[in-house]
């Protein structure tokens, strides 16, 4: 596709069920990044995979969270035990190698109630 | 570990009314800067990257500098499209991982 995809846009799920987050990053980019962006605060790193390998798990914010990327293409987060704190936009990027600018998604937006 | 501050946190300019956002960062040998567009509800979109001292880049109104220790980004004779929310990020040598600032919100009064 012409950008990074992201789905669904929006998720409403209730406190403690489990969801999934996908993002199709843009073809041939091998870098891929899920941040989290709570209201009025900043981009919070979650995970980087470079490839099917993900170097840098240090921003997962409890072992609730996990990620995978498969093909070093498409990547979903998954939220276990979904907890209200974990609402906010999640959002992906890809890079092509890592080294310059990446480019976001729209974003998924998490409520949990 | 690398820091990125941005100022001021809010700035409102009226139409044509030229102005500046900094970008001050401290990080170990750096590997590239990098400056986002945020509008409200949709993710940052890319506009430039920086890499050493003396770059500059530029986009329609945008103009991004870059020195030792900060970036600045300079909006000439801004429109009220330019409302948004910008981004300043940097990468390290040691990392891929890129920090992000608190970002400036601008909104541009017609």
């Known amino acids: 596709g012409a950008g990074v995809s992201q789905s669904p846009s929006n998720k409403v799920t209730e406190k403690g069920k489990d969801v999934e987050l996908r993002c199709d990053p843009i073809?041939?980019?091998?870098?891929l990044y899920w941040y989290r962006q709570s209201l009025g605060q900043g981009l919070e790193f979650l995970i980087y995979f470079q490839g099917n390998s993900a170097p840098d798990k240090s921003g997962l914010p409890s072992d609730r969270f996990s990620a995978e990327r498969t093909g070093g293409s498409v990547s979903t987060l998954t939220i276990q035990r979904t907890q209200q704190e974990d609402s906010a936009v999640y959002l992906c990027a890809s890079s092509e190698n890592g080294q310059g600018g990446a480019f976001f998604g729209q974003g998924t937006r998490l409520t949990v109630v | 570990e690398d820091q990125v501050t941005q100022s001021p946190e809010a700035l409102r300019l009226q139409e044509g009314e030229s102005s500046s956002l900094n970008c001050s960062y401290t990080v170990s040998g750096l590997r590239g800067l990098f400056w986002y567009r945020q509008d409200p509800g949709k993710g940052p979109e890319f506009l430039f990257t920086?890499?050493?001292a003396g770059e500059e880049k530029e986009k329609e109104r945008l103009k991004a500098t870059l020195t030792k220790k900060e970036s600045f980004l300079h909006i000439t004779a801004p429109k009220p499209e330019d409302s948004a929310t910008y981004l300043c990020a940097v990468r390290d040598g040691g990392s891929y991982i890129p920090t992000f600032g608190r970002g400036t919100s601008l909104i541009v009064h017609p």
């Open positions: 920086l890499y050493s």
């Open positions: 073809s041939g980019h091998t870098a």
